[in-house]
């Protein structure tokens, strides 16, 4: 059963780099990693997607080792703002046959 | 303009009772979801349609039903609320893999 694990909590201070791992040992080949960002109070909005390798944005990196068992999301120096719940989710989302796994949230906790 | 839009943001209810929440989205996409989100932050998928078709349901009580009256809206009708259904549920939106774009959320509240 396909499952993704991540930690429960990180915490950080403001500048550092935060690297945040999630585990998915039984991705299937046509699942995609998702990152997303959760503020108090609101939806959780969209920060990276990757298949393989690494992937960046003008927010965060996301690196993929080969075997994609794990993906770890890279936030370069983080501040305040940052404080918020960050989930990782595989899977895919093509015609009748879709499945979306969803990590339980990782609440990161930036310091001054 | 809100992409994903939801109401009512806030609903506090009677055990007992049956209640709708609605939801639109302007973004044109094909697949809308329906999530719970509990105290504790675990972020569950009830449902998911495409093109007003049922495509994910998981694990969820019959008391839930969802309902696609077109591709923009996706609502949700609970019977017989109970004290376990007190939570915020969201709604998004994606094109198939991409991105899920998500409303404000609904927090229900079953007394």
């Known amino acids: 059963l396909a499952k993704t694990t991540q930690p429960i909590s990180m915490d950080s201070y403001e500048g550092q780099e935060v690297n945040i791992t999630c585990s998915h040992n039984?991705?299937?080949?046509?699942?995609?990693i998702t990152w997303y960002q959760q503020f108090p109070s609101q939806g959780p909005r969209f920060i990276i997607q990757?298949?393989?390798?690494?992937v960046t944005n003008e927010v965060a990196s996301l690196f993929i080792p080969a075997d994609r068992k794990s993906s770890t999301l890279s936030l370069p120096r983080v501040s305040l703002s940052d404080t918020a719940v960050y989930y990782c989710?595989?899977?895919?989302?093509?015609?009748?046959?879709?499945?979306?796994?969803w990590g339980l949230g990782t609440s990161l906790a930036v310091n001054p | 303009d809100t992409a994903v839009s939801q109401t009512p943001k806030y609903l506090v209810t009677q055990m007992g009772n049956d209640k709708s929440i609605k939801c639109e989205q302007n973004?044109?996409?094909?697949?809308m979801y329906w999530y719970k989100q509990d105290s504790k932050k675990f972020l569950k998928i009830m449902f998911s349609?495409?093109?007003?078709?049922?495509?994910i349901n998981e694990t969820v009580p019959n008391r839930f039903s969802p309902k696609s009256p077109d591709k923009a809206h996706l609502n949700l009708h609970i019977n017989s609320l109970e004290l376990g259904d007190s939570a915020v549920y969201f709604c998004?939106?994606?094109?198939?893999?991409?991105?899920?774009?998500f409303g404000p959320g609904t927090r229900l509240t079953v007394l």
């Open positions: 998004a939106s994606s094109h198939s893999v991409g991105e899920q774009f």
């Open positions: 989710l595989v899977g895919y989302n093509a015609g009748n046959n879709r499945k979306l796994i």
């Open positions: 990757g298949y393989k390798t690494k």
């Open positions: 039984n991705i299937a080949t046509n699942d995609y």
């Open positions: 349609y495409n093109n007003k078709e049922l495509i």
């Open positions: 973004l044109g996409h094909d697949t």
